[in-house]
């Protein structure tokens, strides 16, 4: 059955009332109706049966030949069956429509007491936009099928119609008065608000009235630019963040709002006034400059004026009006424009209730085929022009109609060509993607034919016979089941409805298998909020990703950036991220950082500098997840690898100190990795590595060092020594880069590959110097010409080399010689500095250009050793960093030559000139750590050993005590042990008490029992022997060394040898005569006795030699120190008390006098307490009491 026969009012609003057809109500159609194209159904849409009567405005009422809708509507009701029946809802429609708002009203408030309101009236008259006062049609009227005519004046007093509480005339008598009262006052409390509101707008309006003379002076001198209005700005502040909202611009919308915090973009009525609303931003810019020329050729096509007729120079001339004739034209062309668009949403309107109504008709009976044909639609499928969402479904809750094709010989006027043309061009700017998958879905529509019973049951008891097959389109799920989408678009408009709900009810686990639908249907669908929500759900499809979740999420997100393009990226999927950069959930935050990098190649270079790197910086500094810090330092890394705008340079060096100075080692780590790289590569693209990245932090380590004098901060120097290292690979690729020789690079030709060794394995791909070059061949070929260049053509020209050599080596060299030498941490970061620099650069570089800075400082040659002051430069941190760090970064014979001799050198200049020994000590501390240093380190030892001097010998047994952790017992056995005992032979006394602390060593890390027992016979030989008795220095290095070992050395020497001997070093003490003597070794009885204390004493030993030790020491520090005798007293106390409840000690497992000091190294806090000596002799003693 066709559109244009159908009464769409034939329905009664009853349940209980049964429902007819009139078979024969197009019967009574006249000639005259069909020559005009459309049909005369009693409420047939004016649109299409006279076109031109939407452009007037001077009438109230539409009609059909003169005769009103509601007399057409009486008359079809006439001819039909006088069964049919009209149900309220059209009658409400028919009022409205003809603006008849009074008796709607009436009719609204009858039914509302009888309790059967329409939701038709009831929302028209709940819309204020209905009564405002204006030229143009209001959106409500328009949605409700208003006609142009005037709408009704609202009361200035009165909100909404529904204000006005109907309900409570009713005679149910429920509502209290006082509820009533609270009403009233609220409404009375709105509508004076409302009215000083309008009285102020009005107030400022009359002031910025600009007087009439003054506007003559503008419109006759064009130049001068008129003052903006406060309404006008009003009203273009809210069609710009109007547009801005429909444009997906939220955080510019948000922006924009704020600053017009004293505007309500929510409401048009907020502007003034009795303000009509313009059409929207897009609508104006398109109509501004083409409103003339459209209005001529509406005349020349009305008129069929061929422009090969018109003068030549019609098109050129220039209007000659007058500036009030140009006004009414330019105003009528508004009025035109606006009666344009309210036409075709009014036509849109009606053919999307006319789809209803078909639907509906569907539902209720089926037509038979006979009167399906015998009357053909009338009207246009041109100007048809149906929602997106509508039409484009093979829908299965009904029978399938086919349509007729449109009667072609219906005469059209020229107004009706234009509105068709208008109609066309936009249909098919709409849908010609999908011309030809609706061209073959409209194909298979009108195929499919189903056979008709061959029955004359009626079409009521069809329905209801039907009814009993439970199917449910009433809900949402079924009117999506019950219409199958059959083109592109309208599945992607139907997953767009469905995957919110399917989306909730699927398994956390399993989820990711959605998001290859979330993002095919927001690549596609049509709707920008749409889009937005299916991107909402794709970032908070899972409530903590995993890593494997997250990598499918950014997969998806870049492939549909790929897709959708930059623009878009911004405006959809950075809101979606800058929505959760807050998120409580670490792994949403992660996703966060971990997009933005992802998504860095695909956005606009302008947001990926401002916006982007303003994101991650916030969260770098704020967020508290060390994982989220991390992922957020690597995605800067991206950003810098895409960057362009060199002004972002100081922002990039601070967001690299910033992550170097993270207390998370997995953020610095990133920063080596990632960050470094990029942003090296970026500085060298900008030129200024050499110029300022690099000397930036050379001077904040010089700084650093001034600011150092009274303590040096060994992080901060770390953190810059670091980020050095991780910029030699960037730096010696700027020199192949820009070496003489690069133009002469080419990959033809036999090119010896790079051996594995000849660069330090990278921290990551990103220093590695063949990625930054470009290829392993091509850098192959660049050192081959390096090392060509370096050795026999010199460095002339070579300004990048030139600058490393000239301003680099020597301002490093400088701070190095600056540095605390007893600092073992600063000692290895720049040994490691040096090393990999050395590596990296080359063995020929490293012996052209390095050592020999290095040798000029340090002069080794015996010319320049002063006995009495000594060579000041040998005591500092040059030696062990160009040892460690220069000397060792080769392992060839001839290196290790240069290692020894220098060494050698060292330590006997050092020795002869009576110098500091600080220097040689963490040259052997830093080599030692190495096992492959070991046979190394002995020769040069050995050569010390047999060294004529006694001042060597006595240096090289000293450095034995520095090297023997960590090396093995089978080197300590055949090359150590005999080396001290040949010292301990020789005539000097001085040289036998520099073995003791080296044999106190071997005591503490052998277990092989021949090596200790030939140790302990040294010892021993060194106790017992009388030749020894009056050695002072040799007893106060055995107790140092004693009380050094003791704790950690073999129980069983610990007990047979240590604590005896000490006994009879404490009693011996007590006889000597000279009180500097005895009070030095009872300093060293007491720390020996305290370290000593903490260990596992068994009863026996407690008795005969502890106890006894301890009296013996209290005995002098009874007249020599009166503090340290209180402490003594007490630490004898336990001990007594231990013994005597042996029992409970045994229980324990260890009678430790410290064990009191729980929570911490017993031995630690006890030594703290020692250093307070100064407290009185009563707080000393609590120290050992027993806690309760």
Not at 510 to 539: G, M, N, S, V, W
Not at 627 to 637: C, D, H, N, P, T
Not at 1034 to 1060: W, Y
Not at 1098 to 1109: A, I, K
């Amino acid at each position: 059955m066709a559109a244009g026969n159908v009464n769409p009012f034939n329905v009664s609003d009853s349940e209980e009332e049964a429902e007819h057809r009139q078979d024969g109500a197009d019967s009574e159609r006249s000639p005259s109706d069909e020559a005009q194209g459309h049909s005369l159904g009693p409420f047939s849409p004016p649109a299409y049966s006279e076109p031109a009567v939407l452009l007037s405005s001077t009438r109230t009422s539409p009609s059909v030949d003169g005769i009103p809708a509601s007399a057409a509507a009486v008359a079809g009701i006439g001819v039909g069956s006088a069964e049919t029946r009209v149900s309220l809802d059209a009658i409400a429609a028919q009022l409205l429509r003809d603006q008849y708002i009074l008796t709607a009203l009436e009719l609204h408030t009858e039914l509302l007491e009888a309790g059967r309101e329409l939701p038709r009236l009831r929302d028209y008259f709940s819309n204020p936009g209905n009564f405002e006062r204006q030229s143009g049609t209001p959106p409500a009227c328009k949605e409700q099928g208003v006609g142009p005519g005037g709408p009704l004046n609202r009361a200035g007093s009165i909100s909404t119609l529904d204000s006005l509480d109907f309900a409570r005339y009713s005679d149910d008598g429920n509502r209290e008065s006082d509820e009533r009262v609270a009403v009233l006052e609220f409404e009375l409390r709105k509508a004076k608000e409302t009215i000083q509101a309008l009285r102020a707008n009005l107030t400022q309006a009359a002031e910025c009235e600009i007087p009439s003379q003054e506007r003559k002076n503008y419109k006759s001198s064009p130049e001068i630019q008129e003052p903006i209005r406060p309404l006008e700005k009003r009203a273009l502040n809210f069609l710009v963040n109007e547009y801005l909202l429909k444009n997906e611009y939220k955080l510019t919308s948000i922006t924009f709002s704020d600053e017009n915090d004293d505007q309500d973009f929510e409401l048009w009525d907020d502007v003034g006034l009795n303000i009509p609303k313009p059409p929207d931003l897009l609508h104006v810019y398109r109509n501004c400059g083409n409103s003339l020329p459209l209005n001529m050729n509406t005349v020349d096509v009305a008129v069929s004026v061929d422009p090969s007729d018109l003068p030549g120079d019609y098109f050129s001339q220039e209007p000659v009006q007058q500036t009030e004739q140009q006004e009414v034209v330019q105003e009528l062309e508004y009025q035109i424009s606006l009666l344009n668009t309210e036409k075709q949403s009014l036509a849109e309107q009606i053919k999307k209730l006319q789809s209803d109504i078909q639907a509906l008709q569907r539902n209720v009976s089926s037509e038979t085929t006979t009167v399906m044909k015998s009357t053909p639609s009338k009207q246009d499928p041109l100007c048809d022009k149906p929602p997106l969402d509508n039409g484009q479904y093979l829908d299965i809750r009904g029978v399938t109609e086919t349509d007729s094709p449109p009667d072609v010989n219906a005469t059209k006027t020229s107004t009706t060509t234009t509105t068709t043309t208008d109609c066309t061009e936009s249909i098919t700017t709409a849908t010609q993607p999908h011309s030809k998958l609706k061209s073959q879905s409209q194909r298979s529509k009108s195929a499919v034919l189903f056979d008709q019973p061959n029955r004359n049951l009626s079409p009521v008891f069809h329905q209801a016979l039907l009814s009993f097959c439970r199917m449910s389109a009433d809900s949402r799920l079924g009117s999506e089941v019950s219409r199958i989408a059959d083109s592109e678009q309208s599945v992607m408009l139907m997953l767009g409805r469905c995957l919110p709900h399917i989306v909730p009810n699927v398994l956390l686990a399993k989820r990711e298998e959605l998001i290859p639908l979330i993002l095919c249907t927001a690549c596609l669908h049509p709707e920008p909020k749409e889009r937005d929500q299916l991107l909402h759900i794709l970032f908070n499809l899972i409530k903590r990703p995993d890593d494997e979740q997250r990598q499918m999420i950014l997969t998806g997100c870049v492939a549909f950036a790929r897709h959708v393009g930059p623009t878009r990226v911004e405006a959809e999927l950075l809101p979606q991220c800058w929505e959760q950069i807050n998120h409580k959930y670490p792994e949403r935050r992660l996703l966060v950082a971990e997009a933005c990098g992802a998504l860095a190649p695909y956005l606009p270079k302008e947001i990926r500098s401002s916006l982007v790197l303003s994101m991650l910086q916030q969260m770098l500094a704020e967020d508290k997840a060390d994982m989220v810090r991390e992922a957020v330092v690597k995605s800067l890394g991206i950003i810098m690898g895409y960057i362009d705008d060199a002004d972002k340079y100081s922002q990039g060096f601070e967001l690299m100190l910033l992550s170097l100075g993270d207390p998370s080692e997995r953020v610095v780590s990133a920063t080596h990795q990632v960050f470094i790289p990029a942003f090296a590569a970026w500085c060298t693209e900008l030129g200024n590595l050499q110029s300022q990245l690099m000397p930036s932090l050379l001077t904040r380590i010089e700084k650093l060092l001034k600011q150092g004098e009274y303590g040096l901060d060994e992080h901060k120097l770390h953190m810059y020594l670091s980020a050095l290292q991780s910029l030699i690979p960037a730096l010696f690729a700027v020199l192949l880069q820009n070496a003489p020789f690069t133009s002469r690079a080419n990959l033809q030709g036999d090119v010896p590959p790079i051996e594995v060794t000849r660069f330090p394995r990278p921290v990551s791909p990103l220093q590695d110097v063949a990625t930054i070059v470009g290829s392993r061949e091509q850098l192959a070929v660049l050192l081959q010409l390096y090392d060509h260049q370096l050795q026999h053509e010199g460095t002339t020209g070579w300004d990048s080399l030139l600058w490393v050599v000239n301003q680099f080596l020597p301002q490093i060299i400088e701070i190095v010689g600056r540095i605390n030498v007893t600092s073992s941490t600063c000692v290895h970061e720049f040994s490691r500095f040096f090393w990999r620099l050395c590596r990296t650069f080359g063995k020929i570089f490293t012996n052209t250009k390095v050592k020999p800075q290095f040798q000029e400082i340090l002069r080794l040659s015996e010319e320049n050793v002063d006995a009495t002051a000594g060579n000041g430069i040998l005591t500092k941190a040059t030696v062990p960093i160009y040892a460690t760090g220069v000397l060792t970064c080769y392992n060839q014979e001839e290196d290790r030559k240069l290692l020894v001799g220098f060494l050698e050198d060292v330590m006997t200049t050092l020795s002869l000139s009576h110098a500091p020994l600080d220097s040689l000590k963490a040259s052997f501390v830093e080599l030692g750590a190495n096992p492959a240093y070991h046979e190394l380190l002995l020769t040069v030892l050995w050569y010390g050993v047999v060294h004529t001097s006694a001042l060597v010998r006595c240096t090289a047994a000293r450095m034995f005590e520095l090297i023997l952790r960590g090396m093995s017992e089978a080197l300590i056995d055949k090359r150590v042990a005999p080396a001290l005992i040949t010292l301990c032979s020789g005539p000097e006394f001085s040289v036998r008490i520099s073995t003791i602390p080296a044999f106190g060593t071997i005591m503490e890390t052998v277990t092989q029992k021949e090596l200790l027992e030939r140790v302990k016979m040294q010892l021993a030989s060194f106790l017992e022997d009388p030749q020894y008795q009056d050695q002072h220095s040799l007893h106060m290095e055995i107790i140092k060394t004693f009380g050094r070992v003791g704790p950690n050395a073999e129980p069983r020497f610990r007990d047979e040898f240590v604590l005896p001997h000490l006994h009879k070093l404490a009693l011996c003490n007590n006889q000597q005569t000279v009180e500097s003597k005895r009070i030095d070794i009872a300093t060293q009885l007491f720390e020996a006795y305290s370290a000593l204390s903490c260990c596992f004493i068994s009863e026996e030993l407690m008795v005969n030699h502890f106890l006894p030790g301890l009296r013996c020491l209290r005995t002098d520090m009874e007249q020599l120190s009166p503090e340290h005798e209180v402490i003594l007293s007490s630490m004898i106390k336990e001990c007594e008390i231990k013994v005597e409840n042996k029992g409970i000690g045994e229980a324990q497992g260890s009678i430790s006098i410290a064990a009191s000091l729980v929570g911490e190294d017993a031995k630690t806090k006890f030594l703290s307490k020692m250093g307070q000596l100064t407290t009185s002799g009563a707080m000393l003693a609590n120290v050992f009491q027993r806690k309760k």
